[in-house]
Structure formats: structure tokens, C-alpha cells
Nanobody, 123 residues
Framework: QVQLVESGGGLVQAGGSLRLSCAASGRTFGSYAMGWFRQVPGKEREFVAAISLTGGITDYADSVKGRFTASRVNAEKAVYLQMNSLKPEDTAVYYC????????????????WGQGTQVTVSS
């Protein structure tokens, strides 16, 4: 059982930066791969980034490579998403998710989800 609480969303102009944080409960945080996903109204939830149990391996959607960076600090039970050079098309609700075991890219394979945080990028 894992509880996830997100923060850091907001309104930013194109070209700006935001850092999303996800704080997790539970004593086995280090046993979960973590993922970031996003969703806009009327569209499917899409993969953004994933990070391995120890943080040594990360994967990114092609649309965010070179701009977004995922990280985790297991001792703090936290995962982060640094978003730079933001574009209007990045506007979405961003979700933190946890999956027991190794990382995956399908949102249906994740076991726990945060409440979501709105990111709006203006032009």
C-alpha cells in the first residue's frame, strides 16, 4: 500500500521551468519503480518518464527528451520531475505513479497513483 502526494504544478510561460515533486508513504518505497504520466481532456493518459528502483535508469517519451529529467531519493521517499524549456503542448494534468517491480510504460500496469497536478504553459 502506497500513498502518493504531488506538488509543484502551476502556470508558467513558454520556455520556463517547473519542478514537480511526489512524496510517498510506505516502508517499501525502494521496491517500486516510479513513473510520470500526463493527460489532457478528451485524450488518453500518456507516458512521460519512468525511473528504476534505485534511480540508475530513466526513460523518457520522445516528446520530452532533453527537456525533462526524472530523479528519486529513496531515503526521502520522493521522486521528482524537472521540466525545462516548457512548451504550450506540455499543458496537462501530471500524475505520479508507482509500480511494484521494474519500470514499465503502460499506465495500466501501475498500482498506485497520485491525485494529479495541473501544469499550464502559456504562449
Amino acid at each position: 500500500q502506497v500513498q502518493l502526494v504531488e506538488s509543484g504544478g502551476g502556470l508558467v510561460q513558454a520556455g520556463g521551468s517547473l519542478r514537480l515533486s511526489c512524496a510517498a508513504s510506505g516502508r517499501t518505497f525502494g521496491s517500486y519503480a516510479m513513473g510520470w504520466f500526463r493527460q489532457v481532456p478528451g485524450k488518453e493518459r500518456e507516458f512521460v518518464a519512468a525511473i528504476s528502483l534505485t534511480g540508475g535508469i530513466t526513460d523518457y517519451a520522445d516528446s520530452v527528451k532533453g527537456r525533462f529529467t526524472a530523479s528519486r531519493v529513496n531515503a526521502e521517499k520522493a521522486v521528482y520531475l524537472q521540466m525545462n524549456s516548457l512548451k504550450p503542448e506540455d499543458t496537462a494534468v501530471y500524475y505520479c505513479a508507482a509500480r511494484y517491480g521494474s519500470r514499465r510504460f503502460d499506465p495500466a500496469t501501475y498500482d498506485y497513483w497520485g491525485q494529479g497536478t495541473q501544469v499550464t504553459v502559456s504562449s
